[in-house]
C-alpha cells in the first residue's frame, strides 16, 4: 500500500522571517486528503515540497518517487501536453472522453478559456503513471458542469491523493481525510471535510472559553501585580536606614532585626512569583489568540453621476464565425450584476468589450481570473513604491481579507490568492465606483471568500461579477445576466432580475 510519510519537516522561505513549517510529522494514506487553510498559510508549499520543486532543509519526505503535481494556475501548457494528445491508447481516449477534451484543442491553448485549459491540465495529470496526483485547486474556473465532469475523473484515480480546494462540495466528495494548516499548526482529521472543520470548530469554541477564562485570571494577577509592588514598595521604606538619625540606635536594631528574619523578602518574592505567574499567562494567550482583525468597508463617495452605464444592443464576433448577441443592458449604482454560464461562452470576452465601449469618467477596478508572473512583479513593484501611509493602509485591507500582511510584505512568492487581495485592496485605496471581478473567488480561502462577500454587500457602487459560485452568485447578485448557447452556434444574453 502506497503512502507518502513526512518527518520532522522545517521549511522557511530564505526572505521570510519565520519558517513555514516546523517540525511536521504527517502521513498520505492511498484515497485522497484535503489540505486546506487560509491563502498564504503553505498549503501549496507543502505540495511543491512533496512534488520535490523545492527541497526542504531539514527533516525526511518518503514515498514521493513518482508524483504529479497539478498546480493552479493555467497560464502555461503542460509540457506532455502534445504528447497526450497524440496518444492513442484505450486510456488516453477513455480521460479525453471523460474530461470532454477536444481534438482541436490541441495548440489552441493560448485561445481556450481557463476552464478548458484546466480540463486539459487535468487529463494530462491524470494520464502520468504516478503513485502521488497531488491537484491545486482543480475546480478553478469551471462551470457547474464541467465541476461535476472534474470530481468524477479524480474519483477515478486509485493512488494517493492530496487535494487543495476551497468548494466545500469537491472537498465532500473526495476526501476521506482533511489536513487543516491553522495558525502554524498542522492538523490531521481522518473524516471528509464538513466532519473534520464541525470537530476543529468544536475544539475551537473550547479554546475561546479558556482564551475568556484566562483573559479574566489575568486581569486579577494585574490587580495582585499592583498590590504586591505597592507592598515591597512600603517594606523598601519600612527597612530603609534614610532619614533615620545616626543616634537612633534602637530604630537601626529593629530595622536589622527586620533585615536578619527576612522580612523584607516575602513581599518580594510574593511579587515575582504573581510577576512570572502574569508572563507565562500572557503568553498561553499569545497562543491561542491567533486571529486578525476581519472586514472590511468601501471608504469614499460615489461618482452618481457616472450613472447608469448603458450598452446598447447588439452582437460581436468571439471567434471565426460565432458572435454574442445581447440586448440592451444597463448598470445603475448600486446594482450587483452576477455574469454566470457555462465555459467558452464568451463571458470574459464580454466583459473586455464592456470596458472597451462604455463611457465611465471614474476610476473603475477590474481584477481578472488569472493573474501572470509579469503582472505580480509589476504589482510588487508598485506596493514597494508607495510612501509609508498608503502602504499601511493597503495592508490593514490586506490582513481584513484574512491574511497576514507582515508575512505578505515580507514574500516574494505569495499565493495566488495572497495576490488577489493584494490587488483588491490596492484597488480599493482608488475608491472605485464600479467593481469588475471576473472570477473573485478562484485561489481564495473559505474565510476570505465570505469576509469578501460580505464587504461586497456593503458597497455602495455598482458591481459586476463573473463566478461560477452558486452561493456568491445567490447571496450576492440583484439580478443575473445568463450567457447560454442556442441551436445555431449563437451565444445570447438573457437579464434575469
Not at 482541436?104 to 504516478?130: D, F, I, N, P, Y
Not at 498561553?284 to 447608469?308: C, Q, R, V, W
Not at 461562452?345 to 470596458?355: A, D, H, L
Not at 478562484?442 to 455602495?460: F, P, R, T
Request: aromatic share 8%; hydrophobic share 40%; proline share 2%.
Amino acid at each position: 500500500m502506497n503512502s507518502v510519510k513526512i518527518r520532522d519537516l522545517y521549511y522557511k522561505y530564505s526572505s521570510a522571517a519565520q519558517p513555514i513549517f516546523q517540525g511536521i510529522n504527517l502521513d498520505f494514506e492511498e484515497g485522497w486528503s484535503a489540505v486546506t487553510g487560509i491563502n498564504g498559510s503553505g498549503k501549496s508549499t507543502l505540495l511543491k515540497l512533496i512534488s520535490k520543486e523545492l527541497k526542504s532543509e531539514k527533516g525526511m519526505i518518503t514515498g514521493n518517487t513518482l508524483v504529479v503535481y497539478c498546480a493552479q494556475s493555467t497560464e502555461f501548457a503542460p509540457l506532455e501536453l502534445e504528447e497526450f494528445m497524440m496518444t492513442y491508447t484505450k486510456e488516453a481516449y477513455k480521460l479525453r472522453d471523460l474530461l470532454h477534451v477536444k481534438d482541436e484543442w490541441l495548440g489552441t491553448w493560448e485561445v481556450l478559456s481557463h476552464g478548458e485549459r484546466k480540463r486539459l491540465q487535468l487529463a494530462v495529470a491524470l494520464a502520468a503513471e504516478s503513485d502521488v496526483l497531488m491537484v491545486d485547486e482543480p475546480t478553478n474556473h469551471l462551470d457547474q458542469h464541467s465541476q461535476a465532469i472534474v470530481v468524477e475523473a479524480l474519483h477515478s484515480y486509485k493512488g494517493v491523493g492530496i487535494l487543495v480546494s476551497h468548494d466545500r462540495t469537491l472537498l465532500d466528495s473526495l476526501s476521506q481525510h482533511t489536513i487543516m494548516i491553522k495558525a502554524g499548526e498542522v492538523l490531521k482529521y481522518r473524516s471528509k471535510f464538513t466532519l473534520a472543520q464541525q470537530a476543529y470548530d468544536e475544539n475551537l469554541s473550547h479554546k475561546k472559553k479558556v482564551l475568556f477564562d484566562q483573559e479574566h485570571e489575568l486581569k486579577k494577577l494585574g490587580k495582585a501585580v499592583q498590590v504586591q509592588r505597592e507592598k515591597v514598595s512600603l517594606a523598601k521604606k519600612r527597612f530603609s536606614k534614610k532619614g533615620v538619625s545616626r543616634h537612633d540606635s534602637s530604630m537601626k536594631e529593629k530595622i536589622n532585626g527586620a533585615i536578619l528574619t527576612g522580612k523584607d523578602k516575602n513581599d518580594g518574592q510574593v511579587l515575582q512569583r504573581t510577576v512570572t505567574k502574569q508572563r507565562q499567562l500572557s503568553e498561553n494567550m499569545d497562543k491561542l489568540s491567533k486571529e486578525y482583525a476581519t472586514g472590511i468597508k468601501f471608504e469614499g463617495k460615489i461618482a452618481k453621476h457616472n450613472f447608469p452605464i448603458a450598452l446598447e444592443r447588439s452582437c460581436i464576433v468571439l471567434f471565426e464565425s460565432t458572435q454574442l448577441c445581447f440586448p440592451r443592458l444597463s448598470v445603475d449604482v448600486g446594482d450587483k450584476v452576477g455574469i454566470s454560464g457555462e465555459n467558452g461562452v464568451g463571458k470574459s470576452t464580454f466583459i473586455r468589450y464592456f470596458m472597451e465601449t462604455v463611457d465611465f469618467e471614474h476610476d473603475f477596478l477590474y481584477i481578472a481570473q488569472e493573474i501572470t508572473d509579469t503582472q505580480a512583479e509589476v504589482l510588487f513593484e508598485e506596493v514597494g513604491d508607495l510612501d509609508s501611509e498608503m502602504k499601511g493602509e493597503l495592508f490593514t485591507l490586506v490582513q481584513r481579507l484574512g491574511s497576514d500582511a507582515k508575512a505578505l510584505l515580507n514574500s516574494t512568492v505569495p499565493s495566488p490568492g495572497e495576490m488577489r487581495k493584494l490587488l483588491i485592496a490596492q484597488g480599493l485605496l482608488k475608491q472605485p465606483s464600479l467593481i469588475i471581478l471576473d472570477e473573485p473567488t478562484n485561489h481564495m480561502d473559505l474565510e476570505s471568500i465570505v469576509l469578501l462577500e460580505s464587504a461586497l454587500q456593503e458597497y455602495g457602487g455598482a458591481l459586476l461579477f463573473i463566478t461560477h459560485d452558486k452561493t456568491f452568485l445567490e447571496n450576492l447578485s440583484t439580478k443575473e445576466w445568463l450567457f447560454e448557447k442556442n441551436e445555431l452556434q449563437r451565444y445570447t444574453v438573457q437579464e434575469i432580475l
